[in-house]
């Protein structure tokens, strides 16, 4: 675990922390781009490792549920994973009470006492990574995608929204964060974000409190991230390389 700075405020300043541009937005709607090149690059995703038969759970974003992450799941169950849906219904954006909920599923989903893969989306990574934090055993491994890790909702584009659905004052709430961070996550964990990220400022998708969180960078969408094949790729390799 490594903090490196005591204050959201010092860490906003340190690592310029703000919510993404309205243009880079914009750059968004290349989301339908990359769910249509599935097709094609479907020879060279079919040609990926093929999986162990370990048990993946895939959580979506905010607002989404388990529609958002079929297809990437029926291509990690067609490599010969069993992917699972997280089953909660739409995310609206209760990290900690759906973690402890996720917490009670897993008991009843995993095959004979085994570690589960969790997959998290956007918001649905700061719910696999609680989970992760409370239930280590019960967590093979967390791999997020795009999910803000600094500040919480504060660096995202739905930073408003989410503040008055919520209830919640978007300062206060990052501090929490931060201490909820500072406890650190023993699982191995992979973090997947995009420097063209328009939704979840890239700078706030970086894990710089736990030392042994690998990064890796790939140019992708926010949204597109879950039917992007550069996304399903990694995975895939990632997945493949953590096996048994």
């Known amino acids: 675990m490594n903090p490196e700075s005591p204050t959201p405020l010092d860490r906003a300043d340190r690592y310029g922390l703000k919510v993404p541009a309205k243009a880079m937005r914009l ?8 769910g249509a090149s599935i097709l094609p690059a479907a020879p060279w995703l ?19 549920g388990d529609r958002s992450t079929w297809p990437l799941r029926r291509f990690l169950n067609y490599l010969g994973y069993e992917a699972l849906p997280w089953q909660l219904g739409q995310n ?15 008991a009843d989903m995993r095959r004979e006492g085994r570690p589960i893969t969790l997959i998290g989306w956007s918001l649905g990574g700061v719910i696999a990574r609680l989970v992760a934090r409370h239930e280590p055993d019960s967590v093979r491994e967390v ?5 803000p890790i600094e500040g919480g909702p504060k660096y995202t584009a ?12 978007l300062d206060d709430f990052e501090r929490h964060v931060h ?16 420097r063209s990220d328009g939704i979840v400022n890239w700078r706030a998708a970086i894990d710089r409190y ?14 597109g991230m879950g039917v992007n094949p550069l996304i399903w790729r990694t995975v895939a390799q990632i997945l493949h390389a953590s096996r048994d």
């Open 210 to 223: 736990n030392d042994h969180a690998r990064h890796i960078r790939l140019p992708v969408s926010h949204v």
């Open 179 to 194: 201490a909820v961070n500072s406890e650190g996550v023993e699982p191995p964990m992979t973090v997947i974000y995009s």
């Open 158 to 169: 739905a930073a408003e929204r989410f503040a008055r659905a919520a209830g919640i004052d």
């Open 143 to 147: 791999i997020t995608l795009g999910t």
């Open 92 to 106: 609206r954006g209760r990290p900690e009470h759906d973690s402890e909920r996720v917490v009670k599923h897993l």
């Open 27 to 34: 750059l968004e709607t290349r989301a339908l781009l990359e």
């Open 46 to 64: 079919m040609a990926q490792p093929r999986g162990d038969g370990r048990q993946v759970m895939v959580i979506p974003g905010y607002l989404f």
